[in-house]
């Protein structure tokens, strides 16, 4: 695969692909994209109880991280 594609993204997500040569990392300071990350919800339905349950322990997850 060929590509000239620039992704941002988390290092851990593709540390695979890093690791295996199918990515690069390259040299660009990403200090400034530390934000605040949300999530989107459909407003036309009520989550499933597994989506409930995986948004709490998301935002449990991020609590005990801040």
């Given at each position: 695969?060929?590509?000239?594609?620039?992704?941002?993204?988390?290092?851990?997500?593709v540390a695979n692909?890093?690791?295996?040569?199918?990515?690069?990392?390259?040299?660009?300071?990403?200090?400034?994209?530390?934000?605040?990350?949300?999530?989107?919800?459909?407003t036309d339905t009520a989550?499933?109880?597994?989506?409930?349950?995986?948004?709490?322990?998301?935002?449990?997850?991020?609590?005990?991280?801040?």
């Amino acid at each position: 695969r060929q590509s000239d594609a620039v992704w941002i993204i988390s290092a851990g997500v593709v540390a695979n692909e890093i690791a295996s040569g199918a990515f690069v990392a390259l040299p660009v300071d990403t200090e400034e994209t530390k934000g605040p990350v949300g999530l989107t919800m459909r407003t036309d339905t009520a989550p499933s109880p597994a989506l409930t349950i995986l948004l709490q322990t998301i935002r449990e997850a991020a609590r005990h991280h801040a």
